[in-house]
């Protein structure tokens, strides 16, 4: 097996041996571009690595030959105090996980190659600078040691000279804080080849790194992957101020706008912009600077994103005027901006439509739905900082990602305010609403992490004090404690104080123009779950062709009709329970009429009353007290009424279609309350098309029952109020049992159509509780991989479509994204 590769024995295609890092790499020294020379050992030698676990290189590996080419290649010797090659061990899997796992820099000094440097350049700081990096860095990842008595080492230099920035530090600085360094970590192996091999191991380890292990599986990457493993001459942005390093997009990956963008730093190297350590500057003040190498920058950058069909995301490095590629891939983008570029992309004639509609992350469109500030709201601004991610959003101040983990699990709404993220913040930035970071730029991590989720982000807001052991924000006068309200807007940088009105930004024409690529091809019809007319016409809105599922006891929760429902629940006869059914159905018939209204001309499927009744019914003294003062019974009769219809278990109880089965005069109600709206709605000159829908049937023998009791209360109705419609019946399969007789029951006389509810489907077929397996699936989801609410999530609604369904139905937030689903699945 061959296990390394040099740059010209690869290429993009590549990417599961080489990483994408590696992959690209060998893709733009094809083209000609300007990379550093480096060799890749592949992913599958960092599974040998694991396979093996004796905790050293695998046997068989061998980069010898590879190293002399790089030798041969720069004129320069590993380990030779002369013409020393310093070089870069760089982690990269096979899908981008940025930053998550480990990088050596500058490997391959020692105390004699660095006065071999000093004596060869006469560039002191440079040397000291490189090298104090180096052995940071070195007893970072590869000893594993902690950084902060490092940067310790580095403040307390700065404080008693009085300046702040790395670039006031002076050569004597360097060489102080590597002598200091030296005794924080005598370890560090001065045989390069010793230190090669270990940053070797430190990478392939920094695979299992838990923070690596956790961004797999948010984003499903597959455990058994590997990371591959460059290693590549280095290039010096901090010789001088002809050099520096910077980070540019073919487009802007928060808009999307059609204009390079990026930024850079002077005199600096590795990490400096994406640490958010200086506050980097535009690459517009790049092109003023060194116009010719931002000049042959842009050439590169139209080329690749041509050459890939896509935006790309681009590292580099500048050495003495010379330009060094160092990184390319398909950059990162907002959800806006995924659908700004794809849509100027089918413009520009770069794609086409169908293959633009499948770069689009189905998953993030909810953005669009979600609000951005409403222009006109009034407003306190209390800070500002640049513009990360858009998106605006409203919450409690919290000051660690735990905090904002916990504060979210209860349901709150909150804000993460960091002086910068790092790798470790993922979960509070997965659990915050926004985030807001004092420091970094914009490609700085909080800026590409959050964008990557679709947060809005707000950083170097660099006005704002963050105080993580007092949990203060201070901004100018204002002083915010953990849990003050800010609202932030990733679109303007803006921050704040308190709520702000804001409102939907559904309206964005490309999002539109997404949206029709979708509905052009997709087969599957897109319903929603609605049960209010407000409800309805939100979906209604946003695209959906009708209604699959309205729950019909929801008309029943407000405080005039539960009383209604109760009575008719404790009533004791069933004259009684009728005269009560009759007040009902006087109140249903009104919501269905207007429900029918708003989704006029499409299909509505009423739901026949679901939940176990005791479930309407009062616990407590009080309210049992006054219900029985209401219907004019003694309190031992609603007392027994609630104990008598009291389950254990009342996801298996006493419900669905079993109510009908016992009470015929409750669906009988409810029959002609969806009867009766439709024929006053067709009177009026309107299209209702209501359905009727049966839950929670099991056997074929319970419909038997059902059905005729519906379309005789139905025609019935029809013939009082003289009017002629067809409603529909059919049932909703959410028992394994139905599902298994599938044939049988929609087989039964009267029955039209069936649906699948997946809810207690799952929760029936799995045996979970669907109210308590929270506290278990997420264990699942990491290893499994179960769906939510399937029929507004992608994968479930592709595969609906590979089954050759007519429909599914979701909440009406999720209709949008059903829709894309479903035409990427016919694309
Ligand atoms: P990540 O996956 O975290 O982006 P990289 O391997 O890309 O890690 O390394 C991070 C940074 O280190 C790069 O963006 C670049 O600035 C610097 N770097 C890596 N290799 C080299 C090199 N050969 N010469 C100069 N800088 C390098
Ligand atoms: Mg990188
Ligand atoms: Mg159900």
Redesign the pocket.
């Given at each position: 097996t061959k296990r390394v590769y040099l740059l010209n024995e690869g290429n993009k295609d590549m990417k599961m041996l080489l990483g994408g890092?590696g992959a690209n790499l060998c893709e733009m020294a094809k083209l000609e571009l300007p990379v550093?020379p480096?060799f890749i050992i592949t992913t599958e030698t960092c599974l040998e690595y694991f396979k093996e676990g004796t905790g050293d290189l695998p046997k068989a590996l061998d980069y010898e030959v590879q190293l002399k080419a790089l030798e041969d290649d720069t004129g320069k010797k590993f380990g030779d105090p002369t013409t020393p090659l310093l070089?870069?061990v760089?982690?990269?899997a096979p899908a981008?996980?940025?930053?998550?796992?480990?990088?050596v820099?500058?490997l391959g000094l020692n105390d004699e190659i660095v006065q071999g440097i000093i004596d060869t350049t006469g560039n002191e700081r440079f040397a000291y600078d490189t090298y104090r990096r180096f052995l940071n860095m070195y007893s970072d990842v590869v000893m594993e040691m902690d950084k902060e008595p490092f940067e310790e080492v580095i403040d307390k230099i700065k404080k008693k000279k009085g300046i702040k920035l790395d670039l006031e530090m002076e050569a004597s600085d360097w060489k102080q804080v590597v002598a200091e360094f030296k005794n924080l970590n005598p370890n560090v192996p001065m045989d390069p080849r010793e230190q090669l091999r270990g940053a070797i191991l430190a990478v392939f380890r920094s695979w299992n790194n838990d923070r690596a292990i956790r961004y797999r599986s948010y984003n499903g990457i597959p455990d058994a992957w590997g990371t591959a493993v460059?290693v590549?001459?280095?290039?010096?942005?901090n010789m001088n101020d002809a050099c520096g390093?910077?980070?540019a997009f073919s487009r802007n990956p928060s808009t999307g706008e059609n204009k390079f963008f990026g930024e850079f730093l002077a005199n600096a190297?590795?990490?400096?912009?994406?640490a958010g350590i200086r506050t980097p500057q535009p690459l517009e003040e790049m092109a003023q600077k060194w116009p010719e190498v931002y000049a042959e920058l842009f050439k590169y950058q139209e080329q690749l994103e041509k050459y890939y069909g896509d935006m790309q995301d681009i590292?580099?490095?500048v050495?003495n005027g010379r330009l060094?590629m160092?990184?390319c891939r398909n950059g990162k983008r907002t959800a806006k901006a995924s659908v700004k570029i794809a849509v100027d992309m089918v413009k520009e004639g770069t794609l086409s439509a169908q293959e633009a509609l499948l770069r689009i992350p189905a998953n993030q469109m909810d953005f669009f739905l979600h609000p951005t500030l409403d222009p006109k709201a009034k407003k306190t601004l209390i800070g500002e900082g640049l513009p990360a991610s858009p998106g605006a959003a409203t919450g409690k101040i919290v000051f660690t990602p735990d905090d904002a983990e916990a504060m979210a699990n209860l349901g709150q709404d909150v804000i993460l305010v960091r002086k910068e993220t790092t790798p470790e913040d993922i979960h509070g930035m997965k659990s915050a609403q926004g985030v807001l970071t004092a420091l970094g730029g914009m490609t700085s991590h909080a800026a590409v992490v959050a964008r990557g989720m679709g947060k809005c982000c707000v950083s170097g807001c660099t006005a704002a004090e963050v105080d993580v052991k007092t949990k203060t924000l201070t901004l100018g006068e204002n002083k915010l404690k953990e849990h003050d309200v800010v609202t932030i807007d990733g679109s303007t940088g803006e921050v704040y104080l308190g709520t702000v009105d804001r409102r939907s930004a559904a309206e964005d024409e490309d999002f539109q123009a997404v949206l029709k690529w979708a509905d052009d091809i997709r087969e599957l019809k897109i319903l929603t779950n609605a049960d209010t007319p407000e409800q309805a016409a939100t979906a209604r809105g946003l695209g959906a062709q009708g209604i699959g599922l309205c729950r019909s006891e929801h008309m029943f929760f407000a405080p005039e009709r539960i009383s209604a429902m109760r009575a008719m629940i404790v009533s004791e006869r069933k004259k009684e329970r009728l005269e009560h059914l009759e007040t009902m159905a006087a109140f249903q018939s009104e919501d269905i009429s207007s429900i029918l209204k708003e989704m006029d001309g499409l299909p509505v499927t009423m739901r026949l009353l679901d939940p176990p009744l005791h479930e309407f019914l009062p616990h407590s003294h009080e309210e049992m007290q006054s219900l029985a003062d209401t219907v004019g019974k003694p309190l031992s009769v609603v007392k027994d009424r609630v104990a008598q219809l009291q389950e254990v278990n009342p996801m298996l109880g006493f419900r669905g279609c079993r109510l009908s089965v016992v009470y015929p005069e409750i669906t009988e109600m409810q029959a002609r309350a969806i009867a009766s709206a439709a024929a006053a709605n067709k009177k009026a000159g309107l299209d209702p098309k209501p359905e009727i829908m049966v839950p929670v049937v099991s056997t074929a023998k319970e419909l038997r029952l059902i059905v005729p009791r519906i379309e005789a209360a139905v025609s019935d109705e029809l013939r009082k109020a003289n009017e002629e419609l067809d409603i529909p019946i059919g049932t909703m399969m959410e028992l394994p049992r139905a599902c298994v007789t599938a044939d049988e029951i929609v087989g039964t006389e009267g029955v039209e159509f069936m649906s699948f509810g997946t809810n207690d489907l799952t929760q029936s077929v799995w045996g979970f509780s669907r109210d308590d397996a929270i506290k278990f699936i997420g264990r699942y989801q990491e290893q499994v991989g179960i769906c939510g609410e399937h029929g507004g999530e992608p994968k479930s609604v592709g595969f609906f479509h590979s089954l050759g369904f007519d429909y599914v139905s979701c909440s009406p937030f999720r209709v949008p994204i059903a829709r894309i689903s479903a035409g990427q699945a016919a694309a």
């Open positions: 890092k550093p480096a070089v870069s760089r982690s990269g981008s996980m940025p930053g998550m796992m480990d990088t820099l500058n460059s590549q001459a280095m290039a010096y942005g390093t910077g980070v190297a590795g990490e400096d912009v994406v590292e580099f490095t050495e060094y160092l990184q």
